[in-house]
T-cell receptor, first 117, second 108 residues
């Protein structure tokens, strides 16, 4: 079946503009995660969704970052007033995790490479 | 705060060699540990998932072990091939706290 997909694959934007990144998880996966990987740094957790709610937003770096998930499926990560330090690869993952249980394998999308000029 | 460390940061081996990649974590209260590979310009591929109640998992030439009490995991790659060249990452718990990875180069 289809894996996790993300769009766009690449996004170049000017400092101060808003951007939206989209993630389509694997059908039926209840858990969805956003991460980012900055150049020369490791992967960084941003936010976790279980269904449409986000029990863990602890990784969002500032209030310029927000995310939502609708219909228990597609998720959008929005970055307002982008800054150069937001440049990174943003990765989405999904799993069939059930609340309160240890997670199943997370399957990753190919990522969106965001460049803020 | 959970911290994950991977040693070595980079490794270059001749084809055919068996090798071990190391991962350590500071908080033993984990749900599970996953090993991934990341190829340049591509996404992450999950290799092995070890639940907190398990000691090891095997997939083909890969074997991953987990010792929660000591906060360590190892990824063993048997008979390495040039196609194994990638960055290998370990991550713990549900929201995945990541190590920085080991960059592996297998030389033909």
């Amino acid at each position: 079946g289809a894996g996790v997909s993300q769009s766009p694959s690449n996004k170049v934007t000017e400092k101060g503009k808003d951007v939206e990144l989209r993630c389509d998880p694997i059908s039926g996966h209840t858990a969805l995660y956003w991460y980012r990987q900055s150049l020369g740094q490791g992967l960084e957790f941003l936010i976790y969704f279980q269904g449409n709610s986000a029990p863990d937003k602890s990784g969002l770096p500032s209030d310029r970052f927000s995310a939502e998930r609708t219909g228990g499926s597609v998720s959008t990560l929005t970055i307002q007033r982008t800054q150069q330090e937001d440049s990174a690869v943003y990765l989405c993952a999904s799993s069939s995790r059930l609340a309160g249980r240890s997670t199943d394998t997370q399957y990753f999308g190919p990522g969106t490479r965001l460049t803020v000029l | 705060k959970q911290e994950v460390t991977q040693i070595p940061a980079a490794l270059s081996v001749p084809e055919g060699e068996n090798l071990v990649l190391n991962c350590s974590f500071t908080d033993s209260a984990i749900y599970n540990l996953q090993w991934f590979r990341q190829d340049p310009g591509k996404g992450l591929t999950s290799l092995l998932l070890i639940q907190s109640s398990q000691r090891e998992q095997t997939s083909g030439r890969l074997n991953a072990s987990l010792d929660k009490s000591s906060g360590r995991s190892t990824l063993y790659i048997a008979a390495s091939q040039p196609g194994d060249s990638a960055t290998y990452l370990c991550a713990v718990t549900a929201k995945l706290i990541w190590g920085l990875g080991t960059s592996l180069a297998v030389n033909p």
